[in-house]
Structure formats: C-alpha cells, structure tokens
C-alpha cells in the first residue's frame, strides 16, 4: 500500500510540475517535503496530494473504505525560506524510525 501511496504522491506532483525533495511514509502518516510553484498555495497542493491518492487507494483496497477519511485535518504545511533543506530532509529522516 505504501508502494501504491508513493507512486500516486509522485505522479500527482509530476503532474503539477513539483518536485519532490523527500518523501518518507508511514503507517499512521506522511512527511512530504516538495519545491512547489509560488503560485501554488500549500492548501492547493495538500489537496491535490490527497485527493487521488485517497480516492484511488481506497478503490484497491477496500478495507480502506471503512475509515471515514483516509486523511485527518491535522496537517502541517510550511514554507522552506527561513530553514535549509538538509535541516528538514533530517527531519523527516528522524522520523522514519517512529
């Protein structure tokens, strides 16, 4: 199912012309760190990476369809400007081990 989650996160910034810096997935959540375009605001691109995957995700595993959501509201979204890159892609390899 992660396999599936990665490939469907992928193809929809491919699709959008983002590019994905770091992409660790979880059991009970995803860290995505991506270079997006500044007209892209960071409610667009969370809903355009959950939107297919969760549909899609939901139609090949059927197990899925009985949580109300795929996703919870608690996200986090953040401009990169002020931290480097290798500050957050260490983040997010820090939790890889949760």
Not at 12 to 33: K, R, S, Y
Not at 65 to 92: C, E, H, Y
Request: some cysteine; overall charge negative; proline content about 5%.
């Amino acid at each position: 199912m992660a396999r599936d989650c990665r490939s469907l996160i992928e193809a929809g910034c491919n699709d959008h012309g983002w590019t994905i810096e770091d992409l660790a997935i979880q059991p009970d959540h995803v860290h995505l760190f991506i270079r997006a375009w500044p007209k892209d605001s960071a409610a667009d691109v969370l809903e355009a990476v959950q939107g297919v995957p969760a549909h899609e995700l939901r139609a090949k595993y059927p197990h899925l369809r009985k949580t109300p959501s795929l996703w919870t509201r608690s996200s986090f979204a953040s401009t990169a400007g002020n931290v480097s890159q290798g500050t957050i892609r260490r983040s997010i390899e820090a939790q890889e081990g949760m």
